[in-house]
């Protein structure tokens, strides 16, 4: 089963410009990334997906493997489905290129879904972790999903799912972490269909999968990444650096 790590990486971010370009500890954000994922030893290779010709020489310059997109996209799916259309692989993670501190744990976890899906049942999978704080649980920026008795996700919204009309029932809240694994044709199905209401309504490129009959399995997990999304976030994360 060869499995590679793919991490979409777009230079103009809208909350922080050049974000992945900024030096975290004398190497730049993307680049740490795309050694940390190197490191995990979980992966047969690991390519970086970007629109920018700086993210690329960075990546490249220093040893690493990147892939221009050719076309403009809505979401990371649609990138990295581009990118891996024509590579030899069976199952695709996305790492996202804003989390320099990558824990293996959880990658592990969903590249092992694959190696127990002896039937292929499972087209993705992704993470989850309970939430118990109201706050947490209200916000819609984080997403909530709601599961099977499987595991496989209903539903993922913004809202609070399910809603609590009956407080006595003891409901658990999941928030669904952003961390994807794919099968290759998984991937190359969502760049060819059409974005849905659902999709668009909540904008969570998960649903585009559910509304096509996608199965998507859950693991549970206590993970919490720690992305760089601010220019805060970046100052924390160096403080971070300096105290390993």
Do not use: W
Not at 15 to 42: C, E
Not at 75 to 89: C, H, K, P, T, Y
Request: proline residues 4%.
């Amino acid at each position: 089963m060869k499995t590679i790590a793919v991490i979409p990486a777009r230079y103009a971010s809208t909350r922080f410009p050049a974000k992945l370009m900024q030096d975290l500890g004398g190497k730049t954000v993307i680049l740490r990334t795309y050694q940390a994922a190197m490191q995990t030893n979980l992966f047969d290779d690991v390519f970086v997906v970007t629109d920018s010709d700086i993210i690329f020489d960075e990546i490249v310059s220093n040893g690493g493997k990147a892939i221009m997109s050719i076309k403009e996209h809505e979401s990371g799916s649609d990138r990295i489905a581009e990118a891996i259309q024509d590579l030899d692989v069976d199952i695709v993670v996305n790492v996202q290129g804003d989390e320099p501190f990558i824990d293996a744990e959880p990658l592990a976890k969903v590249i092992e879904v694959f190696r127990n899906d002896f039937d292929k049942k499972v087209d993705l999978a992704s993470l989850m972790r309970e939430i118990k704080d109201e706050f947490e649980i209200n916000n819609p920026n984080n997403v909530k999903v709601v599961v099977d008795q499987s595991g496989f996700a209903l539903y993922f919204s913004r809202s609070v799912i399910p809603y609590p009309r009956d407080k006595d029932v003891g409901v658990c809240y999941f928030q669904h972490i952003g961390i994807y694994a794919f099968r290759k044709q998984a991937l190359l199905d969502f760049y060819s269909l059409p974005m849905k209401t659902l999709e668009a309504s909540e904008k969570l490129e998960q649903l585009r999968y559910l509304e096509f009959g996608k199965r998507i399995k859950m693991v549970e997990t206590t993970h919490v990444g720690i992305g760089i999304d601010t220019p805060e976030d970046l100052e924390k994360a160096r403080l971070l650096l300096l105290s390993k």
